[in-house]
């Protein structure tokens, strides 16, 4: 989506830049960034859910534990 390889993202962390930062840079709207994660959740989610081995509630819990680990890590 950001279309940057992985030296120019590496530096954009390094930089303190959020996804949607990067996406702001990259001339990427907010709107197509947010339509972009709504849709890779859904997707993931369905994959789940035919294995029936994760409701829809859980997934998104583990989706924000995952948030906050990543948070915590990056500061």
Same mark, same amino acid.
């Given at each position: 989506? +950001?279309?940057?390889?992985?030296?120019?993202?590496?530096? $954009? =962390?390094?930089? &303190? *830049?959020?996804?949607? !930062?990067?996406?702001?840079?990259? &001339?990427?709207? =907010? =709107?197509? *960034? !947010? &339509?972009?994660?709504?849709? +890779?959740? $859904?997707? !993931?989610?369905? %994959?789940? #859910?035919? %294995? &029936?081995? *994760?409701?829809?509630?859980?997934?998104?819990? +583990? /989706?924000? #534990? *995952? %948030?906050?680990? /990543?948070?915590?890590?990056?500061?």
């Amino acid at each position: 989506m +950001l279309n940057v390889n992985q030296k120019e993202f590496d530096q $954009y =962390r390094k930089e &303190g *830049l959020s996804i949607a !930062e990067m996406a702001k840079k990259q &001339g990427v709207s =907010r =709107r197509d *960034l !947010e &339509g972009y994660f709504v849709s +890779l959740h $859904y997707k !993931e989610m369905q %994959k789940w #859910r035919t %294995k &029936g081995i *994760l409701s829809e509630e859980n997934y998104f819990d +583990l /989706v924000y #534990r *995952l %948030k906050k680990k /990543v948070k915590s890590r990056s500061l």
